[in-house]
């Protein structure tokens, strides 16, 4: 097997662990809060956007730093960094003893963590620029496999086991995860000899005055913004089907895993399509079908339609971060393909950020349907965005061979 694809089969693993652990805990958090004196409605929902967005706070300032040092010390050891940081990260939450513990050990966990920039960057720069497609969707295809199992588990470990005994549990799968990678990886390329005279100023500088990386950062921006409005709410938004409290946590992680279980069949199938076909279109389409499946939650009444929306929408979303993290490494330069993918991933983490917090306040003053209402007309915006600015890179050229050649990322 060729060591790019051996890394990289071991690395879907091993954030396959690490994102199982982590979703164990988001279909309960707005009742862990609860269990931990928050019981207003209105300010259930506004704690649970803040301490939603809690880890992408610090993590917002720290993922370039790291992705710097990876440029400059090597890719693995920051990925092995990164998983032992959420075990530990995890284990304080589980003793919280009132929503501020919980906040600020969350925001702990944003700054020690980053284990997804990390895999991406070593990925990306042991992989050939012809095969970025389908390496990006297939890493990808992990983080929606944890999406799948997690939230269901966690939710009926949660009924079963109580909330903190979860957060223990996820611990324990991140630690495993930091020792498979510490024995199973090989990085190929450690350092570029040139990596070492760049700062996060200048790749800053560089994503934002490269006129292709700026769009990337934009829609990587906007687009997780939109999406991550209705997520914190979206087991209160369950709770108005009308269930009975019976099992409600259960209940809301399995509809939550529904659009995981669509990423991992579509990830990897939009990275082979993009890597034929080019970006441009593929993401507009994506896109688009993400902000019409986020209108149908305006007007669904049964939880059995729900989850048919739930499915065309994790469908879509299956294309749209591999593909702006492909573009990412397909357009940086090789001594900072690191730093970038880390600033990327910064720009994912300030989406992250910011549309946890708008959603729960905008939950809080018109309803818990109305961040459907507003990600869903960001969404289209993104989509013109997309179609109109964005250019695909210039396909590999094809030698004698036939065999794809190496595309220059200034090309």
Known sequence: MEPWRKNLYTLWGTQFLAMLGMNLVVPFLPFYIRHLGVTEPDELARWSGLVFSGPFILSLLATPLWGTLGDRYGRKP?????????????????????????????????????????????????????????????????????????????????????????????????????????????????????????????????????????????????????????????????????????????????????AGLFMVISAPWWGRRTDRTGYRLNLTIAIGVVALCYVGHLVVTSLYVLVILRAFLGFARGAILPSLYALTSVWAPPERQGGMMAIASSMTIFGNLIGPSIGGVIAGDFGVTAPFAVNSILLFVVAYVVWKFLRDPVRPAVNTTGMPEQVSPTE
């Open 78 to 258: 920051m990925v092995v960094r990164a998983l032992f940081g959420l075990a530990i990260s995890q284990l304080l939450i589980g003793f919280s003893q009132n929503v501020y513990h919980l906040l600020a050990f969350r925001i702990v966990q944003g700054a020690i963590s980053g284990f997804i920039a990390s895999s991406l960057a070593l990925v990306s720069a042991n992989t050939p620029k012809e095969r970025m497609g389908y390496a990006m969707g297939f890493l990808q295809s992990s983080t929606a496999g944890g999406m799948v199992l997690g939230p269901f588990i966690g939710g009926l470990l949660a009924d079963l086991i109580g909330f903190r005994a979860t957060f223990f549990v996820t611990a324990s799968l991140c630690a495993i995860a930091g020792v498979i990678v510490m024995f199973l990886v090989t990085e190929l390329h450690k350092v570029h000899p040139h990596a070492r005279t760049f700062t996060v100023f200048d790749n800053l500088r560089l994503m934002w005055t490269d006129h292709r990386l700026r769009i990337i950062a934009i829609t990587l921006i906007a687009s997780q913004l939109s999406v991550l409005m209705a997520e914190p709410i979206f087991a209160l938004f369950i709770e108005g089907f009308k269930t009975g409290g019976q099992y409600i946590s259960t209940i809301a992680g399995g509809i939550f895993s529904i």
